[in-house]
């Protein structure tokens, strides 16, 4: 429940059942750090998670320089819709255990 102080959060409902979510906040550096994006395991693989990282993408604030997000070093498939959709590992900078740092230059608007 602290996420929802500290962070924005959107749902994705499919017939008002809820089949997906992401929250994202701005960091102190100026990152827009993108987390628990989350699909029903039985709608993986129709783009819904797509969907919403590029909303979160979108909802960045203007002094937002860089997206941000955590994944399971596991997580294969993950972290191949991540590279997709543009993001790198960063293997330079500090994750928790189990987990790997990808990273995204925002583009700048007006370019």
């Known amino acids: 429940m602290a996420g929802l102080a500290t962070h924005r959060t959107w749902v994705l409902r499919r017939a008002g059942r809820l089949v997906g979510s992401v929250r994202a906040r701005l960091t102190s550096r100026g990152g827009w750090d993108i987390g628990r994006l989350m699909v029903a395991p039985d709608l ?16 960045a604030p203007p002094d937002a320089t860089t997206y941000l997000l955590f994944t399971g ?3 294969a498939a993950n972290q191949r819709m991540y590279k997709k959709a543009g993001y790198r590992l960063r293997p330079d900078l500090k994750a928790p255990p189990g987990a790997v740092v990808l990273t995204k230059a925002r583009p700048r608007v007006g370019r």
Request: net charge neutral; glycine share 16%; hydrophobic share 40%.
């Open 44 to 59: 993986q693989g129709q783009g819904l998670g797509r969907l919403l990282l590029e909303h979160a993408e979108a909802a």
């Open 73 to 75: 070093a596991r997580s």
